[in-house]
Every structure is written in structure tokens, then in C-alpha cells.
């Protein structure tokens, strides 16, 4: 697909609902999962319901849109002044008004306020604080139309042997912009062939916390997938080996939203073999496709 194309053109045996399995309980596993990954994207307050995103400072501002006066510490507390009038409450449903703080919010920590219909998500990121209003009456969540998979099939059910390299830091690119470096451990890498290659994936999360899994960007980006990245989720394996499922590769929030944060692979999580499973890129017009 081209930069200026106005149509989505599929890959060969991608289309929704087309099955590569030779097993059909394989294939109807598949759809199940991938109906509660599009329940999940439409969720009222979901990636689809960020309408802005607005960075804070020491200095204090009004966001548009918004009601109060914000800014943020160098210690990630968050201090916004509000007036009985604005309508704001807290996540517990208490309203506020005068000096409300927030945090310290560290990490990836957040909290929210709510606006009426709208909560007003404020999140550590970076490094730094995002504020950002989920509106389930969002223009992305009212045109969204869903996201195609290819084809199930079995030979993107891959064993792969895992390797312990334990990184207490790794760096990455953010949907926040090229200034706002993510970090994350990692406990090692997977190591599994694709065709006559052998790759290699940096892994997040734990074993122990059942949240491995690995964001990756692979050579269908050029024309199927959602170039910056996708993740898969990544199983222990029976003899100390990996299962990874890349059919069920989904793509990051900032597929779906300009107002995403989310982390991009490490230079070496991007592969020069193509991974034909799991979802394609949005149709044009969404997010950043």
C-alpha cells in the first residue's frame, strides 16, 4: 500500500475469516480471541477514545478542552486548580474543587478524574506527564469499522529456545515521540527460525508475573502490517522451551491514536524476515496507519 493510497489492498489469503488451519478447532480459537481483542479496542474508554494529549510542565497552563489550571513538579506530582463550576470528581466519583494533587506519579503510575462522560487519564510516561481525555464518543471510535488478521494457521505457532541474557534496563522508542525514551528488563531472548533464517527477540516481562511477551516489527511491515511495531504475548514451553503464537500479533495502541504512548521495538526486535500472522495494519485515516 502505498503513502497515497485510499484503499487497503490485502495480502493474499488475509481476509477476515479465511482459515489456513487444517484443524478448525484451531481456527474457531482464533476468532474467538480475536473477537475479544476488538471487544476490548472498542471499550468506551479504550485506544480508540483518546482525543488529545497534552505534556506538562513546571508552568502552570490551561489544556483545550479541558477545565482547570495544570502543571507538574519535577517529581511527577501533579497540581490542578479547579472551581466547584468545572464538575470534576475524583476516579472514586467524589467531587473536587480548589488545589487537587496528584502522585508523585512515577513510572508508568496514573490516575483519573472524571468529566461528565469524559475521564481525564493522567499518566506518567517517559519521565514526564501526559494528560489525556478518553471520550467514548471519540470520531476514532465512531468510524472504527475493525481490524483484519490473516489467515490462521498452524506454521506461526512457533518453539523457540530461550536464551537467559537478564538487561535490568533496555531503552526504547515511544509512540510519544523520538525525545521520550521508554525503559523495561528483560530476562532474555527467544531465539526460533523463520524459513531458513534463525531470529532472534528481546523479551519483556516475567516468567514469574505471566506478562512475557515481545514487541517486535518484521519485514511485512513494507505492505500488510502496522510498520512501527506489534506485540505477541510469549509462553513457557514444555523442556524449557518458548511458544510463540504469531497469529495472535496485535498491533500497539498507536495504530489506533495520535494520542498513544506506547513502547516501539529495539533495534534488534526488528526482523528482516516476514511474520505473515496475526493482524494487519488499519485501513488508512486510522491513528498513525
Excluded at 41 to 67: K, M
Aim: with cysteine; proline share 9%.
Amino acid at each position: 500500500m502505498s503513502e497515497g493510497s485510499t484503499e487497503f489492498e490485502r495480502p493474499a489469503g488475509s481476509a477476515e475469516g479465511a482459515t489456513g488451519a487444517s484443524d478448525p478447532a484451531f481456527a474457531e480459537a482464533h476468532a474467538r480471541w480475536h473477537a475479544g481483542v476488538e471487544e476490548s479496542r472498542r471499550h468506551p474508554y479504550g485506544p480508540l477514545s483518546p482525543t488529545a494529549i497534552f505534556w506538562l510542565s513546571r508552568e502552570p497552563r490551561t489544556l483545550p478542552g479541558l477545565p482547570g489550571v495544570w502543571r507538574a513538579d519535577a517529581d511527577g506530582l501533579v497540581i490542578v486548580e479547579l472551581s466547584a463550576a468545572d464538575g470534576v470528581t475524583l476516579g472514586s466519583g467524589d467531587p473536587v474543587e480548589g488545589r487537587v494533587e496528584l502522585g508523585p506519579l512515577t513510572g508508568t503510575e496514573s490516575e483519573l478524574l472524571g468529566w461528565g462522560s469524559i475521564r481525564v487519564e493522567v499518566a506518567a510516561r517517559s519521565g514526564q506527564i501526559a494528560v489525556r481525555p478518553r471520550d467514548p464518543a471519540s470520531q476514532a471510535r465512531a468510524d472504527y469499522a475493525g481490524t483484519s488478521t490473516f489467515a490462521p494457521s498452524e506454521k506461526w505457532l512457533i518453539s523457540a529456545e530461550f536464551k537467559a541474557r537478564p538487561r535490568a534496563d533496555v531503552s526504547v522508542s515511544s509512540a510519544a515521540g523520538p525525545d521520550r525514551q521508554q525503559h523495561y528488563s528483560s530476562p532474555g531472548i527467544a531465539r526460533f527460525s523463520v524459513g531458513d533464517a534463525t531470529v532472534e527477540l528481546t523479551l519483556f516481562g516475567s516468567f514469574e508475573g505471566d506478562d512475557l511477551r515481545a514487541i517486535f516489527a518484521d519485514a511485512s511491515g513494507a505492505d500488510a502490517t502496522f510498520p512501527a511495531a506489534r506485540f505477541v504475548d510469549v509462553k513457557p514451553g514444555p523442556d524449557g522451551t518458548l511458544v510463540i503464537d504469531f497469529n495472535r500479533a496485535v498491533n500497539p495502541p498507536a495504530a489506533y491514536s495520535a494520542a498513544a504512548t506506547c513502547p516501539f521495538p529495539p533495534a534488534e526486535n526488528r526482523l528482516p524476515v516476514r511474520i505473515d500472522a496475526g493482524e494487519l495494519r488499519p485501513a488508512p485515516g486510522t491513528g498513525r496507519a
